[in-house]
């Protein structure tokens, strides 16, 4: 099942802004939207977004999230060294009556 | 508090069978979807089922179609994840997490499933 397209890679410095994007298409992302999730190395992931773009409780005002067309954006402001890690995105598709995951971004905050 | 924990993983051969479980506290069980993922070893997150509350829609990726049944008693906050005729590359972690498309907000700390001859 086709999945969700997401840079492998990106690097930003020390509080500064990361923009990660996932792509997919009417059937998904531009349809229903996207949910984010966080991963740090050894640990389970971490809803950060749900696909209404709301947080869940705890997650810190430096995420947002926002959806133009089928393209998802995730945003971190004043970028902290943990929030070096793996970021995915997650979206329905009505086409398949699947949820589909993206390949996943590596964050690395230098 | 809010948790769910999965069981159930061990190494077993191709072709074999396994059952995970996950069990839910601290929120309404019946309320929710619930949602298998899996990670193989180094690889990104595969979505695998869900499952809504009662029971009565249920969906899976296509590659474990025909193979993997997930279910849930909501009597026991459990849900369930039955895996036949494993392949090698079933080897993964297998995560439970609490909701489906809309955002899985809770998840347990994995179960490891290995499929070796």
């Known amino acids: 099942q086709a999945g969700l397209t997401q840079p492998p890679s990106v690097s930003k410095g020390l509080r500064q802004t990361a923009t990660l994007t996932c792509t997919g298409n009417?059937?998904?992302?531009?349809?229903?939207?996207a949910t984010w999730l966080q991963q740090h190395q050894g640990h389970p992931p971490k809803l950060l977004s749900y696909?209404?773009?709301s947080r869940p409780s705890g997650i810190s005002e430096r995420i947002s999230t926002s959806r133009s067309g089928n393209t998802a954006s995730l945003t971190i402001t004043g970028l902290q060294p943990e929030d070096e890690a793996d970021y995915y995105c997650s979206a329905w598709d009505s086409s398949l009556s699947a949820v589909v995951f993206g390949g996943g971004t590596k964050l690395t905050v230098l | 508090e809010v948790q769910v924990v999965e069981s159930g993983g061990g190494l077993v051969q191709p072709g074999g069978s396994l059952r995970l479980s996950c069990a839910a506290s601290g929120f309404p069980f019946s309320s929710y979807y619930m949602t298998w993922v899996r990670q193989a070893p180094g690889r990104g997150l595969e979505w695998v089922a869900y499952i809504n509350g009662d029971g009565s829609e249920k969906y899976y990726v296509d590659s474990v179609k025909g193979r993997f049944t997930i279910s849930r008693d909501n009597t026991k906050n459990s849900v369930y994840l039955q895996m036949n005729s494993l392949r090698v590359e079933d080897t993964a972690v297998y995560y439970c997490?609490?909701?489906?498309?809309?955002?899985?907000?809770?998840w347990g700390q994995g179960t490891t499933v290995t499929v070796s001859s």
């Open positions: 009417s059937n998904n992302v531009g349809n229903q939207g």
């Open positions: 997490a609490r909701g489906g498309a809309q955002g899985m907000d809770v």
């Open positions: 696909r209404d773009n």
